[in-house]
């Protein structure tokens, strides 16, 4: 009976899938993230790949980098930001979405790359077409967790 509710749970995931894999995972470095990163595909309402790399400008060391599936992806979120936590302190910020499978794989220095990988979506307004605040959501989560 049980074996029959798994297979049924499994059936009803499945179908509620898209065709669409994105890298699906958070960490301190690109590499650590891939590594670890969860295959299975994005939900159904999920048609867009985001990555977030949060990183020291000076040194390029990364402290951070999330990627996941979303079912939008805002045109202003594209490229990066400067975050500054204090007069001597700071952050870069990169943020890219793409639509094809496994097309996070990278996390972005600047903001031509995050432009570049965002290419397909772009073109087509109609894939990132509500505003979202996930910058805003995103950096407290960052400085709880790694300070």
């Known amino acids: 009976m049980l074996a029959i509710e798994l297979v ?3 059936a009803a995931l499945r179908s509620a899938s898209s065709s669409l894999t994105c890298f699906t995972c958070s960490s301190s470095s690109n590499e650590a993230c891939n590594r670890k990163a969860i ?23 990364s402290v951070s980098v999330e990627k996941k599936c979303v079912s939008q992806c805002n045109a202003s979120l594209i490229g990066c930001h400067l975050f500054n936590q204090s007069p001597s302190f700071f952050y870069k910020i990169c943020t890219y979405c793409c639509d094809k499978n496994y097309c996070n794989l990278n996390a972005t220095l600047d903001s031509n790359e995050s432009m570049a990988h965002s290419r397909s979506l772009l073109s087509s307004s109609a894939s990132y077409n509500q505003p979202t605040n996930y910058f805003l959501f995103t950096l407290p989560f960052i400085f709880s967790t790694y300070f």
Do not use: R
């Open 8 to 10: 049924a749970i499994l």
């Open 39 to 61: 295959d299975q595909p994005c939900m159904l309402q999920n048609a867009v790949c985001m990555t977030t790399h949060t990183f020291m400008p000076d040194s390029l060391q």
